[in-house]
């Protein structure tokens, strides 16, 4: 690779961050000066409303190892961390928030392996400070869940804190569907993988950018993106439901015939059946609607994201497949 390009690429995506995004610098700052080569830190502002943009701004007057990616509006955290790829030039790029729950000094622990020949390094949270009963259970189900239902194995505990060779970074940009579970795509390309244990730290400053709302389209996103389930379920609610009404006709003809004419008589009975199987029919109705709004958004061929600031993009090397 040309002497001009950076060893390392750090991938912050940047979304109301005005009351830590110095204190990231600062602890980023350090690390990058500590490393084993050339860096930069890319700030990829996601649509911020608060000061973000003018801190970042600062930040690259001082270090010119600081670039920024600043978007027309808010297009999501994953399609920050995509924008990041698309133009981070090192061998290795490392996708780290800028809240500090994710401690920039694991960088280290992360390069170790990267220099041991492994191609995705994840970061595995071995235990999440500061957070909520409900948010830990709901991240346990959601980990657990995906786990069964993916048709790839994606790692329990991992967030986007990870570091990937440059070969991942030219699969990934190959990859450009818009709803988009980045930690399911980094190990859905393939190669070679391993995981480090880290304490993921509190916020350090600000509110949390993930309400329920937005997890919960995260995990549709993530669900819908790598598995079939939901829509084999109804198939398979259909044989079942299908089954029961078959055995049940002999059943219900025996016991009028044996016991009374009016056995299994009554309105309410019929009403909760058809409530049932009607409830039955919308939600899976529903999930048929999901996958065909993602294929609706994949037909439509937009951009993933629109920039109104950005460095120029990496030129590929001879070498680079894509």
Known sequence: MPSSRPRYSVVAPVFNEEDGLREFYRRMKAVLDSLDGPAELLLVLDGSRDRSPEIAAELRAEDPRVKLIRFSRNFGHQVAISAGIDYAE?????????????????????????????????????????????????????????????????????????????????????????????????????????????VRNERFAGATQWPLGKMVKFAGDAI????????????????????????????VAVLRALYNENFFYGQATTLLAVLFLGGVQLIFLGLLGEYLGRIYDEVKNRPLYLTVEAPPRPQPDRGDNA
């Open 224 to 251: 819908t993106g790598f598995s079939y389930v939901p829509l084999q379920l109804a198939t398979t609610m259909g044989f079942w439901v299908s089954g029961a009404a078959l055995l049940a006709i002999p059943v």
């Open 90 to 198: 090192g061998e290795a790029v490392i996708i780290i928030d800028a809240d500090l729950q994710d401690p920039p000094e694991v960088i280290h622990e992360l390069i170790a392996q990267w220099q041991q020949g492994f191609e995705v390094v994840y970061a595995q949270r071995a235990q999440r400070k500061g957070e909520t009963f409900f948010k830990l259970a709901t991240a346990a189900v959601f980990y657990r869940l995906i786990k069964r239902l993916a048709s790839i194995e994606i790692p329990a505990d991992t967030g986007d804190f990870r570091l990937i060779d440059r070969k991942v970074v030219l699969a990934l940009r190959q990859v450009r569907e818009h709803h988009r579970f980045m930690r399911g795509l980094s190990v859905w390309v393939g190669f070679k993988q391993t995981g480090i244990r880290y």
